[in-house]
C-alpha cells in the first residue's frame, strides 16, 4: 500500500510497502494523515497566500524515494524565493523542519532525527506565535497543528519503527513506477534511481546542518550500495595515530577581530546573484553585497525595518531611528546604527560586529558562532537573547569611553530543587 503525505510546496511521498493485509502501524499511520496532518492542511488553506501555495500541490511521484531530496528542495527553495512574504516566518517553520520526512532513512534512532528537525523550527514557530497571538488565533492554531504533526509522528516511529523502517517480510515487491504491487516471492525493496543533480555547497538556510541534511537525501535510494563508496583508512592515515598529518592541515582560524572594518585580501568569490540596496514598503532590503565597506541607509522612519541578507567582509550603517534590524546569513558583517525601538536579530552569521550607538532594548543572537556587540552608555539595559550560538561577547563602555569585554556564557548548569528545575550560567574552565 502506498501512503503520502501532502506538505509543503510540493508533495513529499513516505511510502510504506506492507502485506495485503493492514497492519497496526498502517493504521497508525493513517491516524496521523487523518489528524494533525490534515488539520495543518486545512488550516494553510484558510490563511491563504503563501501558505496556501506551499501546501497546494498533491501531484504523483513516480518512484519510492529518489523525489523525497528533490521536492525537499523544492519547499525550501519556495522559502527562498519568497523572503519578502509577509507570511516568511511560516513558510520559514516548514522547510527547516520538513527534512524530518527523510527518517525513512535513518537508522537506527529516525525518531531522535525527526526531534531534531522539529526544533529547528522551533525559532520561527515561536516568532509567528509573537506576531500573531494578539491578532489571529487561526495563525496560533496552524502552529500547533503543524508541530503536532511532528509530534505524533514521533510517537508513531517510537512504537512502529524504533530502530528504523519496518518492511513487511510476507508482502508483494515494492514497484518503482508506483503502481499496484505484484505477487511473487518475497524481496527486499528495490534501490531506486540515482538522485537528482545537487549542489552540496549551498544550504537554504545558510547553516552547515542544512547542508548536510542535502546531502544526506541525495543518498536516500542507495539501499544496501550507500556503503560501497567508503574505503578503509589505515592507522598511518589516522591523525590520532600519526599526529604529523594535524600539522599538514595549516593552523586554526582565529576568533573574531577588533571592530575594525578593512577590505579583504583576498579576491571576492563569484556572486549568482546582483547586490541589493532598497527599500520595499517598509523593509530595506540589504542582500548579496560583498566586500562593500561603505553601504549606508539614511532616510528613515519608525516604521521601517532593516533586512540585511548574505551580506560577506562588509559594513552597513543605519542613521535615525527605526523599528528593527535583522541579519541573516552574514559572515564578517559590521552592523552600527543609532536607536531601534524594537529588536535587532542575529541569525545564522558568523563573525559579526554590533554596534549600538544610541537604544536598543533587546538583542536576539540565534545560530551564530561569533558576535561582538558593543554597547552604548544609553543601551546598558538592553536585554541579549542568545540561543545555538557561541563566541559571544558584549562590550561595555567606561567613563574614559574604552570598553570593557565580557563573555556570554555558553555553558550552564540545571538542578531540580524538589519543586522545579533551576538552571544556572557556569564557568568555563579552562
Known sequence: MLYCVCLGHGVILLLFLFSLAVSVYVEAYDNLLSGPVAQY????????GDVQKHVRNASVLTSLLAPVSKVIQEVQAFREKNRSSPLFNHLSAVSESVPALGWVAMAPKPGPFVKEMQDAATFYTNRVLKDYKEKDKMHVEWVHAYVSIWTELQAYIKQHHTTGLSWSKTGPVASASGGAPSGGAPAPPPPGPPPPPMDLGKSSGGDSGATNRNALFASLNKGADI?????????DQKTHKNPGLKAQGGPLPSGPKPFAA????????????????ELDGKKWKVENHEGAQNLVISDTELKQVVYAFKCNNSTLQVKGKINSITLDN???????FDDVV??????????????????IPTISINKTDGCHVYLSKDSL???????????????????????????????FKTVWDGNKLVTTATEIAG
Open 41 to 48: 492542511t486545512a488550516l494553510s488553506q484558510k490563511i491563504g
Open 227 to 235: 556503503t560501497k563508496g567508503l574505503k578503509h583508512v589505515s592507522d
Open 262 to 277: 578593512r577590505p579583504t585580501a583576498a579576491a571576492s568569490p563569484a556572486r549568482t546573484l546582483p547586490p541589493v540596496l
Open 330 to 336: 552574514c559572515k564578517k558583517l559590521g552592523l552600527v
Open 342 to 359: 524594537g529588536i535587532v536579530e542575529v541569525i545564522n552569521c558568523k563573525d559579526v560586529k554590533v554596534q549600538v550607538m544610541g537604544k
Open 381 to 411: 539595559s538592553c536585554e541579549i537573547i542568545s540561543a545555538k550560538s557561541s563566541e559571544m561577547n558584549v562590550l561595555v563602555p567606561n567613563k574614559d569611553g574604552e570598553y570593557t569585554e565580557i563573555p556570554v556564557p555558553e555553558q
